[in-house]
C-alpha cells in the first residue's frame, strides 16, 4: 500500500531558498548563471538545476528541496510550450500549489503581439509573474521588477518584529 507524502514543515525566515531553472527546450546556461548571481547578491540561497531540464526533474526538485520560489529562464524563445505545461504539473501537485513561481526571457519568437499574449496565458496558467524579454522596453525595467518581486516575497515571509515594552508603563 502506497503512504501519502508528508511535507514538513520548516521556519521561513531569513533569506530565500530559490531554484532556477531552465526548461527541456533550452541548453543556454549564462542566463541560469545570471539569476543565480543576482538572486545571490540579493541575499538568498540558489539552487541552480541548469539548461535543458526535463520538466518531471524540476517539478521533484521542487518537492524535495521545498523552496520559496521557483525561477524559470528561458532565451531561445520556444519555452512557452514547456513551461505552460510545468507550471501546470506544478499547480496540480499539492505540497507545490501555493509555490510561488516566476519565468522570465524570450517566450516567443515571433512579435510583440505573441509576446503579450505568451505572458498573459502563461499568468492565467498559474505563473506568478512573467518578466518578457522586450527589445522595446528597457531591460532594466523588467530586472527592477523582478527584484521587487523577490524584496516583496521575503518581506511577506518575514517574521513580525518582537513588541518592546514600552517605556514608563507600569506593568
Not at 147 to 152: I, L, Y
Request: with cysteine.
Amino acid at each position: 500500500m502506497m503512504q501519502t507524502a508528508e511535507v514538513a514543515s520548516r521556519q521561513r525566515s531569513g533569506p530565500l531558498d530559490v531554484v532556477v531553472t531552465g526548461l527541456p527546450s533550452d541548453a543556454h546556461t549564462w542566463n541560469l548563471v545570471f539569476i543565480q548571481l543576482l538572486i545571490e547578491d540579493l541575499g538568498h540561497h540558489v539552487i541552480n538545476l541548469g539548461p535543458c531540464v526535463p520538466q518531471d526533474e524540476i517539478v521533484e526538485s521542487c518537492g524535495k528541496y521545498q523552496p520559496d520560489l521557483l525561477v524559470v529562464s528561458t532565451v531561445n524563445g520556444h519555452g512557452f510550450q514547456d513551461a505552460e505545461q510545468l507550471i501546470q504539473t506544478i499547480r496540480s501537485r499539492w505540497e507545490l500549489a501555493g509555490l510561488p513561481a516566476v519565468i522570465g526571457g524570450k517566450l516567443g519568437v515571433l512579435g510583440a503581439e505573441q509576446r503579450a499574449g505568451h505572458g498573459r496565458r502563461l499568468r492565467e496558467a498559474g505563473f506568478d509573474a512573467v518578466f518578457q524579454d522586450d527589445p522595446e522596453q528597457d531591460q532594466d525595467a523588467d530586472l527592477g521588477a523582478f527584484e521587487a518581486f523577490v524584496a516583496r516575497l521575503a518581506a511577506d515571509r518575514a517574521p513580525a518584529p518582537a513588541a518592546t515594552p514600552l517605556e514608563g508603563v507600569a506593568g
